[in-house]
C-alpha cells in the first residue's frame, strides 16, 4: 500500500505541472488507469483536455500514440491491415491502435463505421484482423476527447461505444489564480509538458491494478450499487438506465477510489463520488425529462437520494 501511495502521489505531482488545480479530475483519470478503464473527456476547446492525456502519457513508462480523428480515417487506419508478403503470405501491418496507451483525439469526427472499430479493442483489449486475433500489451488504455458544443461534421457516440467508457469527465475553466499560474509557467521559454518525464513502469501500472482488484467489497455496498443502478432502469425519466457492465464497473470505480484514499475496502463515499462519471454517460433521457430540463446528472442525484445508505461497512 505504501508503494502504491508513493506512486501515485508521484503521478498527481507530475501532472499537476501542466495541470494547474485539477486535483479532481487528475484523480479521476488515475481511478480509470488503476481500473483498468477507457475514459471519456468531453469539454469545450483549449481547457486542457489534449494536455491532460498527454501529461498522463508523459508520466508512464508506456507506449504511446495519438490518433487525431478526421472523417478519412478508415477502420484499418485503426486496427492493422495484412498486405502480402514477397513469400505470398499474408503480412500484418499494426495500425495506430496497438499502443499501451492510445489518445484519441476528438473521436466524434470519424465516421461511426471507423468508431465501430474500436468496440472489440475497449472491450477485449484485442484487435482481429482477417480472422486473426492480436492481443495488445497491457496495460491498455483509450483516452478520448470531444468537443459537445460544435456538431458541425460530428458523429455522435451510439450508445454502445458510450457503454464501452468506463467513465466520462470534463474540466471546466480554471480559476483566475489557476490561470495566473498557467500563465507564469508558459511565458518563459520552455513549456511545462518539457518538464514532464516518467515516473511510473508499466509494471508498477499493472501491479496496482491488481491491488484494486483485491480491494474489499462488502455485501452491503455492493447491494447499494445494485440498487442504485435498478433505480435508473426504473424511472420514467430514463429511457436507458444502467447496464450490468456499469454496475461493474461502479464497483471497480469505487475499488481505486479507495486506494486513492490508502484504503483496502469500500466505502459508500466512495460509490457516491464515482457514481457521476461513471454511469451519466450511459443513461438517455426521456422525453419528459427534457421538457423540464432536468440533466442525466439530476436525475442521478435524485434516484441517489432515495437509495439506503448501508451501515455496516465491512
Known amino acids: 500500500m505504501q508503494h502504491s501511495n508513493a ?12 495541470v494547474v488545480g485539477k486535483e479532481d479530475v487528475v484523480e479521476l483519470l488515475l481511478t480509470a488507469l488503476l481500473c483498468e478503464g477507457h475514459i471519456l473527456i468531453e469539454d469545450v476547446p ?4 489534449t494536455t491532460l492525456c498527454s501529461a498522463l502519457a508523459r508520466s508512464l513508462s508506456c507506449s504511446f500514440k495519438r490518433i487525431q480523428f478526421t472523417p478519412d480515417i478508415t477502420p484499418s ?25 492510445v489518445l484519441a483525439d476528438e473521436i466524434n469526427r470519424t465516421s461511426p463505421k471507423t468508431q465501430s472499430a474500436l468496440l ?11 480472422g486473426v486475433t492480436y492481443p495488445l500489451s497491457r496495460p491498455f488504455m483509450v483516452l478520448a476527447t470531444q468537443n ?10 451510439p450508445e ?5 467508457f468506463f467513465m466520462r469527465i470534463s474540466i471546466g475553466y ?4 489557476d490561470e495566473m499560474d498557467i500563465l507564469e509557467r508558459y511565458c518563459g521559454a520552455s513549456t511545462p509538458m518539457q518538464q514532464i518525464g516518467a515516473v511510473c513502469s508499466s509494471e508498477d501500472v499493472l501491479a496496482m491494478q491488481q491491488q484494486v482488484k483485491n480491494t474489499y467489497a462488502s455485501p452491503e455496498v455492493r447491494a447499494y450499487i445494485a440498487s442504485i443502478c435498478a433505480a435508473t432502469r426504473n424511472t420514467p425519466y430514463l429511457t436507458l438506465g444502467a447496464s450490468t457492465r456499469a454496475a461493474i464497473a461502479l464497483v471497480r470505480a469505487a475499488q481505486g477510489n ?27 433521457l426521456s422525453a419528459d425529462a427534457r421538457m423540464r430540463g432536468y440533466t442525466e446528472s439530476q436525475v442521478l442525484s435524485e434516484l441517489m437520494a432515495g437509495v439506503r445508505i448501508p451501515v455496516r461497512l465491512k
Do not use: W
Open 7 to 18: 506512486i501515485l502521489s508521484a503521478l498527481k505531482q507530475n501532472i499537476a505541472k501542466v
Open 46 to 49: 483549449g481547457v486542457g483536455k
Open 77 to 101: 487506419d485503426i486496427t492493422g491491415y495484412t498486405v502480402p508478403s514477397i513469400t505470398g503470405e499474408m503480412q500484418y501491418r499494426p495500425g495506430a491502435i496497438l499502443s499501451q496507451i
Open 120 to 130: 472489440e479493442v475497449m472491450e477485449e483489449k484485442q484487435v482481429t484482423v482477417d
Open 148 to 157: 459537445p458544443v460544435d456538431f458541425v461534421g460530428t458523429y455522435p457516440l
Open 160 to 164: 454502445a461505444q458510450m457503454d464501452r
Open 174 to 177: 480554471p480559476s483566475v489564480e
Open 258 to 284: 479507495a486506494l486513492l484514499c490508502s484504503r483496502d475496502y469500500i466505502i459508500p463515499e466512495d460509490v457516491q463520488r464515482m457514481a457521476a462519471p461513471v454511469l451519466c454517460h450511459r443513461f438517455v
